[in-house]
């Protein structure tokens, strides 16, 4: 019989996708995965040895923001893409709250050519605005596009649509799932007096769990009526989770490694600023309620909302401080340490990061370890324990609000089409990412 010949082989990982998990080797092949299963005697161009590693399907992060253009001072598409493929993610999709915002064709072609720089795939959102609603089915479809984002509540920049009229309008315009960050604006400006001066503690009661709560309500009752389907971003509440529960037909959401891992008022009183992200970091009720909503199978994806701001901003006095946190590197060991710990699966874990992504934005031959889908892999060593610190981060703005922490399960491999791009640590070759392709678009 004739010697089966790859561009590359991984050799005897363990591998974790849709059969569960085993040892297997893959063999790929043009940038795509060609085979999985016993391969002792296959040849290829290249061969890494996975023995005592776990093989994932490329870990995407369907949340972050780089900030360019417009904020390239904290972070940008090269750095953040860097960041990412450090900590074991494969794949990205951007937000639009940028300077200019990304809201129109141009803007979107303009990050598309800037994003050459990127280190991993990657996919932006199109901002939804009063003005924009009736381009949004044309800015939707365009290459590169991941579907479209509103912000209900206003958070870091002025990208807001959070009335009922203009809601209707966004979801009433195209088809694709649309993403969605859902604090209730007027509730958040009746209560923004809750805020006190230099106390970060209070602002989970400025930014309350009854807003977070009130405007998914009137989201999903706007879902209904439109018959859209959306994406719930960042959930903070236990209290949404059942509501989220009875609408899962129409309805996925995100949690974030943040709210699943840090909880109020101690992160408050111990990281003061750097614990700031709206939705805000809750207490240890809505926190469990969150693993809840892992452990009934209610959130779909897991995504970090990379935010970086920079120290000196951080270091405002409270309300001044904006709000937002790095993540996209810290997502993978962060996870998986709960993993360790058996609050989730590894294979829940896959679902949520790989399989969830593919199912809920459609991507097209991404996020899932199979043959004929690209070979994104991450590999991980679940038995490294490592610590976090601000000097591992590459993000722009050099720190992480998991400084200290003590992981158990690192990334130590990211492949990308075939391409090993970080492996042990190290960077490998040059920055090589291209737009992800979504079926709904093809
Ligand atoms: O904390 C946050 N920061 N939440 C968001 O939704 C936006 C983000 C940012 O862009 O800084």
Not at 134 to 154: N, Q, R, S, T, Y
Not at 299 to 309: E, K, L, M, R
Not at 354 to 371: D, E, T
């Amino acid at each position: 019989m004739a010697t089966k010949t790859f561009d590359l082989l991984l050799r005897g990982g363990t591998v974790v996708n849709h059969e569960g998990q085993g040892v297997r080797d893959v063999g790929v092949r043009g940038g795509r995965i060609a085979e999985i299963g016993s391969l002792a005697n296959a040849e290829a161009d290249e061969v890494i040895d996975c023995t005592g590693l776990h093989v994932l399907p490329g870990v995407i992060d369907s949340q972050v923001h780089f900030r360019e253009p417009g904020n390239e001072h904290k972070e940008d598409l090269e750095s953040g893409s860097r960041a990412a493929v450090l900590g074991g993610v494969t794949g990205v999709f951007e937000m639009p709250n940028t300077n200019p915002l990304t809201t129109t064709q141009d803007a979107i072609e303009d990050k598309l050519s800037r994003a050459k720089r990127m280190w991993c795939d990657h996919a932006f959102y199109a901002g939804a605005t009063h003005d924009n609603y009736k381009d949004l089915e044309e800015l939707e479809m365009l290459p590169g596009v991941c579907g479209v984002k509103i912000f209900m509540g206003a958070s870091t920049g002025n990208l807001l649509v959070p009335d009922d009229d203009g809601v209707r309008n966004v979801l009433s315009h195209g088809r694709r799932r649309v993403a969605i960050h859902s604090e209730d604006e007027e509730m958040l400006r009746k209560e923004a007096h809750l805020a006190r001066d230099g106390d970060w503690t209070s602002h989970p009661e400025a930014r309350s769990a009854a807003a977070a709560l009130r405007c998914t309500e009137r989201l999903l009752k706007l879902a209904r009526e439109t018959g859209r389907r959306i994406h719930v971003l960042h959930i903070s509440t236990a209290e949404e989770v059942p509501l989220l529960q009875q609408h899962k037909d129409i309805a996925t959401c995100e949690v974030t490694p943040q709210h699943l891992t840090l909880e109020g008022p101690e992160v408050y009183e111990r990281l003061k600023g750097l614990a700031q992200m709206n939705p805000p970091v809750r207490d240890a009720h809505h926190r469990a309620g969150l693993w809840q909503g892992i452990c009934q199978g209610v959130f779909d994806v897991i995504g970090s909302d990379h935010a970086p701001h920079t120290l000196e901003e951080k270091a405002k006095s409270y309300p001044a401080s904006p709000s937002g946190m790095p993540g996209v590197q810290t997502l993978v060991p962060v996870m998986l340490t709960h993993v360790a710990e058996k609050r989730l699966s590894l294979s829940r874990f896959v679902d949520l990061v790989c399989h969830g992504p593919n199912r809920i934005f459609q991507m097209a031959g991404k996020g899932r370890l199979a043959a004929g889908y690209d070979a994104d892999f991450t590999v991980v060593d679940l038995n490294r324990e490592e610590t976090i610190t601000h000097d591992w981060s590459a993000t722009k703005s050099g720190w992480t609000p998991f400084d200290g922490f003590k992981a158990k399960g690192w990334p130590v491999g990211t492949i990308i089409r075939g391409r090993c791009v970080m492996w042990q640590g190290d960077l490998i070759g040059e920055a090589g990412g291209i737009p992800i392709r979504f079926q709904e678009t093809l």
